[in-house]
């Protein structure tokens, strides 16, 4: 079964850092390009980030760019993104989520997930 | 950027009736490969997306057959055949022809 777990979420100030973790289970992680999407609490959804199954290649939405950086950890089958000089409009449930394609191309077209983690909710507030 | 617009926002419908939902694409989702990249998610009450259906018409695994999804180039459409009460949530259309891809408002779906 596969498995998403996110934590590392809370409450930080404006300027401040989080950095959140996915820990994978129950499939290969390695063979796998992985997501973070993001959700204000009731609202729509975003793309934030995504890095290769091989970690070559990384893409960050504008929104994020220079602000937040995604990293994974075969070792740990593990995900992460690092979210620096954060800001109110982060405010957000981060998910963690699979790719559906088996060692796919980045940035060719045609990533969506198929499964996503519960998610961990991000705070920006003073 | 490729801007989704989904109609309508909101749909009540009678258990047993079906639904439709309209999924707009600013440009073309058609990739040069010669596959379109247009997805669909339910996110349930609290709980997360969850994929239904993959390039247009292709029903994830073990997502039922009253779910279908239809389309080409900008226009895309879910159908619900009969709604079930454990089909209320939201519905979001996706797409990842270029990044970064992008989805839908959603759209609602409640019981009567």
């Known amino acids: 079964e596969v498995q998403l777990v996110e934590s590392g979420g809370g409450v930080v100030q404006p300027g401040g850092s989080l950095r959140l973790s996915c820990a994978a289970s129950g499939f290969s992680f390695d063979d796998y390009t992985m997501y973070w999407v993001r959700q204000v609490p009731g609202k729509g959804l975003e793309w934030v980030s995504l890095i290769s199954w091989d970690g070559a290649t990384t893409f960050t939405a504008d929104s994020v760019k220079g602000r937040f950086t995604i990293s994974r950890d075969s070792s740990k089958n593990s995900l992460y993104l690092q979210m620096n000089s954060l800001r109110s409009e982060d405010t957000a449930l981060y998910y963690c989520a699979k790719d559906g394609r088996w060692i796919a191309g980045v940035a060719q077209g045609g990533d969506f997930f198929d499964y996503w983690g519960q998610g961990a909710l991000v705070t920006v507030s003073s | 950027d490729v801007v989704m617009t989904q109609t309508p926002l909101s749909l009540s419908v009678t258990p047993g009736q079906p639904a439709s939902i309209s999924c707009k694409s600013s440009?073309?989702?058609?990739?040069?490969?010669?596959?379109?990249?247009l997805y669909w998610y339910l996110q349930k009450p609290g709980q997360s997306p969850q994929l239904l259906i993959y390039e247009v018409s292709n029903r994830f695994s073990g997502v039922p057959d009253r779910f279908s999804g239809s389309g080409s180039g900008t226009d895309f459409t879910l159908k619900i055949s009969r709604v079930e009460a454990e089909d209320v949530g939201v519905y979001y259309c996706m797409q990842s022809v270029q990044l970064p891809g992008s989805f839908g408002q959603g759209t609602k779906v409640e019981i009567k």
């Open positions: 440009q073309s989702l058609l990739h040069s490969d010669g596959k379109t990249y």
